[in-house]
């Protein structure tokens, strides 16, 4: 079975450009997560998808970030424009939500490095 | 609002060793929590998760207690290997709430 799949693992732009990062969950996941995570810390929630609906975006810092999850299936997360307090790991988690001991176990993709200069 | 620590920061201990990493919360009507390595510049894998009805689970060498009252959680490692070198974060859920993260230990098993 796949894992998530994240793209691109590295991004180098200057301040101000656009980025944008894709995640493709593991099949069959209904629930979809975008964290950031800066050096030396825990992962941040920016936003959480059940199926296509945002249902929690209260940290996405929404004047640059948009993200979507059009079908229920992949997702995109975009920043626009970027600033060099943007720098760090954007991770992409999925769970099953659903009946099961394993409710809301959380399977991570391998991140994608945006250094903003 | 939940807050989650982990202590210690850092951990270097010999080859062969059991170890015990802590993971406190500061909120204990928990869901529940998992247990997560990463190894540098990689994701996180899924180690362990524990919901909020039960004591511990198990994984091979590793074991993972919860106890709810006292806001803590711990991660043994049995006899331990260079290879289990890495940072563990625990990740601790509410009810209707979303996972919060602590800051990780790094561990580095010496040969």
């Known amino acids: 079975e796949a894992g998530v799949v994240q793209s691109p693992r590295y991004k180098i732009i200057e301040k101000k450009q656009p980025v944008a990062f894709w995640c493709n969950p593991i099949?069959?996941?209904?629930?979809l997560y975008w964290y950031r995570q800066n050096l030396g810390q825990g992962p941040e929630l920016l936003i959480r998808?059940?199926?296509?609906?945002?249902?929690?975006d209260s940290q996405l810092p929404k004047d640059r970030f948009s993200a979507e999850r059009l079908k229920g299936v992949d997702s995109t997360l975009k920043i626009q424009p970027a600033e060099l307090g943007d720098s760090a790991v954007y991770l992409c988690?999925?769970?099953?939500?659903?009946?099961?001991?394993?409710?809301?176990?959380?399977?991570f993709g391998p991140g994608t490095r945006l250094t903003v200069t | 609002k939940q807050e989650v620590t982990q202590i210690p920061a850092a951990l270097s201990v010999p080859e062969g060793e059991n170890l015990v990493l802590n993971c406190s919360f500061t909120?204990?009507?928990?869901?529940?929590l998992q247990w997560f390595r990463q190894d540098p510049g990689k994701g996180l894998t899924s180690l362990l998760l524990?919901?909020?009805?039960?004591r511990e689970q198990t994984s091979g060498r590793l074991n993972a207690s919860l106890d709810k009252s006292s806001g803590r959680s711990t991660l043994y490692i049995a006899a331990s290997q260079p290879g289990d070198s890495a940072t563990y974060l625990c990740?601790?859920?509410?009810?209707?709430?979303?996972?919060?993260f602590g800051p990780g230990t790094r561990l580095s098993v010496l040969p």
């Open positions: 988690a999925s769970s099953l939500v659903g009946r099961g001991t394993h409710l809301y176990e959380q399977y």
């Open positions: 099949s069959g996941h209904n629930t």
């Open positions: 998808y059940e199926n296509e609906e945002a249902v929690d």
């Open positions: 909120d204990s009507a928990i869901y529940n």
């Open positions: 524990i919901q909020s009805s039960q």
């Open positions: 990740a601790v859920r509410n009810y209707g709430q979303n996972f919060v």
